[in-house]
């Protein structure tokens, strides 16, 4: 039972990983290639040379990550080098049949829009798969490294990385105006990706103000596995004492907290706030 449901687990996280190639491809092939913008890394890198031999960057892309993919191998561990094998493959394939349809002609002519689509595809495409344990080669095994040891952003750290790739299309077509677009391509992505990585991992504080806390308290712990905390307060208005909770729990799961509060007590009063980070068992792992 446990190795069917771990092949589920895996093939839908395949095909997620797949779906999301596609639309990265797609986002640089499409939008960002045809109009002459760079997004960074070594599909940048890829990029510069086709733009400049005309060997296609799917073929360039599958050579250029070879040193990277034997380093992910020894820090990485295997299991992230054969899901991101598996996305170079099948990147490189993507890359390599879009660009053959669409050639040097964009989907939109607006190089504004292609900007703005190109890069937020390709940022929430990054995200995805990076929450999926895999990533897109190149610059993103570098950008893993990094992050598994210090609490840095992606979206930052691509950003840094990705500036002195997309610097380099001025020496190529020699224009400022291609070079803003290519900056703009990046801060999108970066954004749009660090958005994709985080959403799933904000956290909000709640402080709930009811009669019935430790009822409350008991289904949170029950039905939710999460902890709370009792806070004695004096409600100023009538001069009572009651039992404030405090709770930390994932956004994605306030809804089914104050579900739970308002079946218990529908005057209850609940404040919600959200916080920046979280650490601790249940949460994120403080990092050196």
């Given at each position: 039972m446990k190795q069917t449901k771990s092949f589920w687990r895996d093939f839908r996280s395949y095909v997620i990983v797949t779906i999301s190639l596609f639309f990265f491809s797609l986002g640089w092939t499409g939008f960002l290639i045809p109009n002459h913008m760079l997004g960074g890394g070594v599909n940048g890198i890829a990029t510069i040379i086709y733009w400049l031999t005309g060997i296609s960057t799917g073929v360039m892309i599958f050579a250029l990550n070879g040193i990277l993919i034997l380093l992910s191998?020894?820090?990485?561990?295997?299991?992230?080098?054969?899901?991101?094998?598996?996305?170079?493959?099948?990147?490189?394939?993507?890359?390599?049949v879009l660009q053959n349809y669409f050639g040097d002609t964009p989907l939109i002519a607006d190089k504004f829009l292609s900007a703005t689509l190109g890069a937020g595809l390709s940022g929430v495409s990054i995200g995805i798969i990076f929450l999926q344990g895999s990533s897109t080669g190149g610059t993103d095994i570098i950008i893993m490294l990094i992050n598994k040891y210090r609490n840095i952003t992606l979206g930052r750290l691509t950003l840094l990385i990705n500036v002195v790739v997309v610097s380099c299309s001025y020496l190529v077509f020699k224009d400022i105006e291609t070079l803003i677009y290519s900056y703009?391509?990046?801060?999108?992505?970066?954004?749009?990706?660090?958005?994709?990585?985080?959403?799933?991992?904000?956290?909000?504080?709640?402080?709930?103000?009811?009669?019935?806390a430790h009822v409350i308290a008991d289904r949170i712990g029950n039905e939710m596995q999460r902890g709370a905390t009792f806070i004695k307060g004096?409600?100023?208005?009538?001069?009572?004492?009651?039992?404030?909770?405090?709770?930390?729990?994932?956004?994605?799961?306030?809804?089914?907290?104050?579900?739970?509060?308002?079946?218990?007590?529908?005057?209850?009063?609940?404040?919600?706030?959200?916080?920046?980070?979280?650490?601790?068992?249940?949460f994120d792992v403080m990092k050196k």
């Open positions: 191998i020894k820090s990485l561990g295997w299991k992230f080098s054969i899901r991101t094998i598996y996305s170079i493959v099948v990147m490189s394939i993507f890359f390599s703009v391509v990046l801060m999108i992505s970066s954004y749009t990706m660090d958005l994709t990585m985080t959403g799933n991992k904000q956290s909000v504080q709640m402080f709930i103000f009811s009669s019935k004096v409600g100023w208005y009538n001069k009572t004492e009651s039992d404030i909770l405090m709770v930390v729990v994932r956004k994605t799961e306030s809804q089914q907290l104050i579900r739970i509060v308002k079946q218990e007590d529908e005057k209850a009063f609940v404040s919600v706030n959200t916080v920046m980070g979280v650490y601790g068992k249940g």
